[in-house]
């Protein structure tokens, strides 16, 4: 006759503290799991190792835009998490002890609930990198934007969600297989949120920004419902913490009534995300775009009026030091009386990511209105010279823009302007020699160039409208910088009124800079001749 073994399940209360000890084992377990582990050094590589290969990239973080986009690397420690958590609950199961441990004093619900509870561990460390860089990038040079506390709070929310979710694979499948199916689901959802524009990314971990799409801009203008999100990522987590202490045990009218009310939260949470922009927001953004005056402040440097946008005001100083560069070169009796520079957003691509014109005529009107004539425009995008940047395009645009108003003594078109003979060698040469970044800028954006026939075009906001330089008067100005530029900066003003004079060719502008005239350009070339 064979007898069965009748274990007895819980055949006495669990002892006061036995279930906070469980929840610390807990989170010994999960922040010494390889996954953690390795997710958590792939973080901090991804942050650490650019930092050290490229220091310029440190320098004028858009925090508005860090706020996003340090949840990126993080999402790694999420997925660590997940598995984490699913291979802990799955234990048991795995080594076969489910049975002698339900010998023990602690329901398995109990052990659930501190499995769950153990998640806020690796969620504090992901809290902690992810507000430690944001502290880096604050206190950078030229930092402008803000931190937004409800995208910084989204990361250890999505943490405790990712690992929540492998607790319930576990619970409600002991298929190792499961686990791994889940993973893959969830990644590619992440991925969609990551890539998409569509309104439903908010309904993933981390909702991404496409940098073009949504250039540097104040923070108020941006379409971005954080606290929703956040409500989102909570409200699921709690019905998910429900459904798993269901599934787990705990049998308590309380469970179902919560985690419909969580499931209530959730809903309307991404419902709210859902909701385009509204009118408002549409009418300060485009106002933004087309009339910014109203929204800046200003400041005067000498004989220069400076304005931008309040968060942006930081990037002043680097303005400053690219004009007063080379206004020190114009001759006293050359220089304009007085110059304003006002700070526009980059304006959207065309079809297959062509350049458009400047809406100069809009902005034109804005200016004089403000009291600021004829204002050069400067993008909220912007980076230190030798960061291997696309924001490097602007600094050496921007200054290429300063150099043909102070040769030309008028603005430039709403597509680009050619600036041949004398003045396309002066323009060139006073916008890259202007500050130190500007020579590492042009460098930078010479080096990723291909095609061109030596044509040189530095464009601005993204548009078409900047400086275009001919192949003979390119390649003068990079003998005049690669010479002495004591000498080459007597020679400038020496020769300042003829130089700038629409006649004089490149070979009367080498003659008079004492330099070799370059040799005939490619058949072909569309500018100069």
Known sequence: MTTTLDIPREVRPAPRGIWRALVIS??????????????????????LVPFAVNPAGRSFPYLTALSVTVQYPLLLLAGGTFIAANMIALRPHRHRTYEFESVLSMPWWRRTAALAAATLAPATIGLLVAGAQLAVQVSAPGAAGVVRPGELLAVPAAIVLAGLFGTLVAVASRNTAAGFISIVVLAIVTFFGLASENRGRWLTFVAGQNPFAEPPMPAALLDRPQWWHLTWLLALSAVVVGVTLWLSGLRPRIVPVATA????????????????????LNQRLAQAQNAPAAQQECAVRGKVTYCAFPEFRSRVDAWSEIVEGQLAVVPRDQAPAALFVRQHLPIATGNEGTGLPLPLDQWSSDDAAAGTPDAIPVSTRWTEGGADSFDETEVIGFSAWVAAVLITRGQLGADGTELCGGRGVLALWLATSATPETTKALATIESHRSGGGGVVSLASLNSH????????????????????????????????????????????????????????????????G
């Open 261 to 280: 009310l969580s499931l209530a939260v959730a809903v309307l949470a991404a419902t709210m995300q859902l909701v385009p922009p509204s009118d408002e």
């Open 465 to 528: 409208a900047g400086v275009i330089v001919g192949p003979r008067e390119a390649a003068l100005a990079r003998t005049l910088l690669a010479a002495d530029p004591a000498t080459v900066r007597a020679a400038v003003a020496a020769n300042w009124k003829e130089l700038t004079a629409p006649g004089t060719d490149v070979a009367r502008a080498a003659k008079l800079l004492g330099r070799s005239e370059p040799g005939p350009a490619a058949p072909g070339i569309g500018i100069c």
């Open 26 to 47: 807990e989170m010994r377990r999960l922040m010494t799991h390889p996954a953690v582990l390795v997710s958590l050094a792939a973080i901090l590589a991804l942050w």
